[in-house]
């Protein structure tokens, strides 16, 4: 339960470009001034230009303080910085410029529509289920029932003979091992070459890595495989969200992340229904279902997913004529990068970036919560409750599916529709619309939120709510004694709330560290997550 409340309140908290907050007077600063909440965002961020004249110069000054956060310490270097270089305010809500250390990355103008962000999404969902499929769905087929009833055509484990210690080893640290180094790679080629291709390949070999543990006669046979599926499914998470992220407006980029990112509770609903696979065809068959299922998903997108080509070579025209700008920035990121984006210090410039370094934290935080979840969770309901095994795995599928679907599109949902309200709060104040008969309020939570929060963190009130509300569900659902019903009642709710995390928090990620680097910081943060597949394996050598 703690791991959901450092997670709130680290997810709160950006740390400031103006403040730098240490570790030290992190939590007195924070909780004494409000204004704290905010990071800066118009200055620090997207660094907008503004010629001071007339009303507008007025407009601004007027709102600098509540909008930017700036205090009366903060107000001579700012207005340095104005000497140096006027600033513009760029008020067009359907361009997506960012400013990335003096390169503008163009993205796509129009907001792309529901139909749009499905020929994009879909077959990379399809893919994204199979590898949640086939990474999760060892947890449930193992039994380590106390009794030893468990039968080896249905246990993995008892066929295979192994130990609760060596299962957590499968489920958790043989898969990270090369999870781990194969991220930032994958990150790093999905910055620069064919996404389609590095996508259907990864599944490619964790499909034939699931098929090999399927005629597994040993442990060591399934550990190995297990490593090499580790390997492949890195690659699938950075190539898609790059894709998205290049291809869907930014208005409709949480609600894109979330629809993709759905296909962890569609594959971790599949991997619950593996265990009535289990009973009618054994571990064995499981998996060959499973093999088959991502040998379908490569060739279904090899079809529908459209190819990137070679990003070293070519600069695809960018939609409603962004072609010069979107390939001038494309050149002129290459040229101060050496050619190319080296790995190392692209990670190293992401990493510099405070309120990603807070995102990253907080998330691996947030990882090792779902982590230990998902591995011991079946192992756990299935001790607990034996006589409804049958039950839980039908129930389980819907509350993985169902709520935490659920959960996560509607969380990107309500992020981008909270980002956009922001953005347009802001703009009309920073162009003098800010008046007693103007829209925004000057009182109460609505003032609060637009003048503690930009566009970008304001979408990560999502997350902290989710946090702070699934401490108490997951506790009733551990401790809910022998009554099924309550447990199961409360292990839904638990998901529906605290699994709205992953869209925004990827659209700020990506918002964060600029277009021309979101393929390494996305393979940072799937390696954040890697790092948390400790937990499980610790959780397990404990109990």
Not at 49 to 68: Q, S
Not at 234 to 240: E, I, N, R
Not at 368 to 378: E, K, N, P, Q, T
Not at 431 to 436: L, Y
Request: hydrophobic letters at 45%; glycine letters at 8%; charged letters at 15%.
């Amino acid at each position: 339960m703690v791991r959901y409340f450092v997670l709130a309140i680290i997810a709160i908290f950006s740390k400031n470009d103006h403040h730098h907050i240490t570790c030290s007077n992190f939590a007195v600063e924070a909780f004494s001034n409000i204004n704290t909440l905010s990071s800066s965002p118009l200055k620090s961020m997207h660094q907008f230009r503004h010629h001071a004249t007339g009303n507008k110069a007025n407009a601004y000054n007027r709102v600098k303080t509540n909008t930017l956060g700036l205090h009366d310490d903060d107000d001579d270097s700012f207005h340095n910085e104005q000497h140096q270089s006027a600033l513009t305010l760029r008020s067009t809500p359907t361009d997506r410029e960012e400013q990335d250390e003096g390169t503008i990355t163009s993205q796509p103008a129009s907001s792309s529509s529901f139909q749009d962000i499905s020929i994009i999404v879909f077959p990379l969902l399809l893919i994204y289920i199979s590898n949640q499929w086939s990474r999760y769905s060892i947890s449930y087929l193992v039994d380590f029932s106390p009794d030893n009833a468990a039968a080896t055509f249905t246990a993995m484990n008892v066929d295979l003979e192994f130990t609760k210690s060596q299962y957590g080893l499968l489920a958790s640290t043989a898969f990270t091992f090369l999870f781990a180094f194969s991220s930032l790679i994958a990150g790093s080629l999905a910055d620069k070459y064919d996404r389609k291709l590095l996508t259907l390949s990864s599944c490619l070999v964790w499909t034939l890595a699931t098929l090999a543990q399927s005629q597994a006669q040993t442990y060591d046979e399934v550990l190995i495989a297990r490593v090499v599926m580790g390997g492949a499914c890195a690659f699938a998470a950075p190539a898609a969200y790059t894709l998205i992220a290049d291809k869907i407006s930014k208005g409709k980029l949480a609600f894109a992340n979330s629809l993709y990112g759905s296909g962890v509770y569609l594959g971790g609903a599949l991997a619950s229904l593996s265990l009535l696979l289990d009973n009618n065809m054994g571990w064995r068959g499981t998996l060959g279902v499973i093999g088959g299922f991502g040998v379908a998903a490569t060739i279904v997108s090899g079809i529908l997913l459209p190819s990137d080509g070679d990003r070293n070579l070519i600069v695809d025209a960018a939609p409603n004529g962004d072609d010069a700008s979107s390939s001038s920035s494309t050149t002129q990121q290459q040229s101060e990068d050496g050619g190319e984006n080296n790995l190392f210090s692209s990670a190293g410039q992401i990493l510099s970036i405070p309120r990603v370094q807070f995102i990253f934290v907080a998330s691996f935080l947030r990882f090792c919560s779902g982590l230990m979840i998902g591995v011991w969770a079946a192992p756990y309901f299935k001790q607990a409750f034996p006589d409804d095994a049958a039950q839980y795995a039908v129930v389980n599928a819907f509350i993985v599916g169902g709520m935490g679907m659920t959960s996560g599109i509607l969380g990107g949902y309500i992020a981008d529709g909270l980002g956009s309200w922001v953005k347009k709060s802001n703009e009309e104040a920073l162009s003098g619309a800010d008046t007693e008969e103007g829209t925004p309020s000057s009182t109460g939570m609505t003032s609060i939120l637009r003048d503690n929060f930009d566009e970008e963190t304001i979408r990560l009130l999502l997350p902290i709510v989710g946090s702070l509300l699934a401490i108490p569900a997951w506790y009733q659902a551990t401790h809910a004694g022998t009554n099924f019903e309550a447990s199961m009642f409360w292990l839904g709710v638990e998901y529906l709330v605290a699994e709205c995390w992953f869209g925004p928090t990827i659209a700020v990620l990506q918002s964060s560290v600029g277009a021309s680097r979101t393929g390494t910081a996305q393979g940072l943060f799937v390696l954040t997550g890697a790092f948390a597949n400790s937990a499980p394996t610790l959780l397990g050598w404990i109990y």
